[in-house]
């Protein structure tokens, strides 16, 4: 049951409905990143981070069929990826043209982000 904030649409900025959306993303995804698939982590940059599927700035909402879950270093590497006239996932697709379904197997388009999850190589 979503948890509602006196009859509106909960938002993100709502503690209670953020942990219901942290709790589902988490159980919905395997507790996997949706762009890189690795196990989130309590901190560092597997930490996760709640992504929204149609950005608020182009009319997405807070409401949980927009949002997915990344880690922090895919969510940053995405967000350095995007350009100014479109908007686009890791993978180079648009974002609007991504089912739901396929942000849980998208990954990220070259081997130096996968390295940098993997720290340095002793």
Do not use: W
């Amino acid at each position: 049951m979503v948890p509602f904030c006196g009859g509106n649409m909960p938002t993100l900025r709502d503690p209670q409905y953020r942990a219901f959306v942290r709790r589902e993303l988490d159980r919905r995804q395997g507790g996997k990143c949706c762009y890189c698939r690795r196990d989130f982590t309590k901190t560092g940059p597997t930490r996760m981070t709640i992504e929204h599927k149609k950005a608020k700035m182009k009319g997405g909402t807070d409401d949980l069929k927009n949002l997915a879950a990344a880690c922090y270093h895919c969510n940053q590497h995405r967000g350095q990826q995007m350009n100014s006239t479109k908007q686009r996932n890791a993978t180079g697709v648009e974002r609007s043209k991504v089912p739901e379904s396929e942000c849980e197997t998208a990954s990220l388009p070259n081997a130096q982000a996968e390295a940098e999850l993997d720290g340095p190589r002793a």
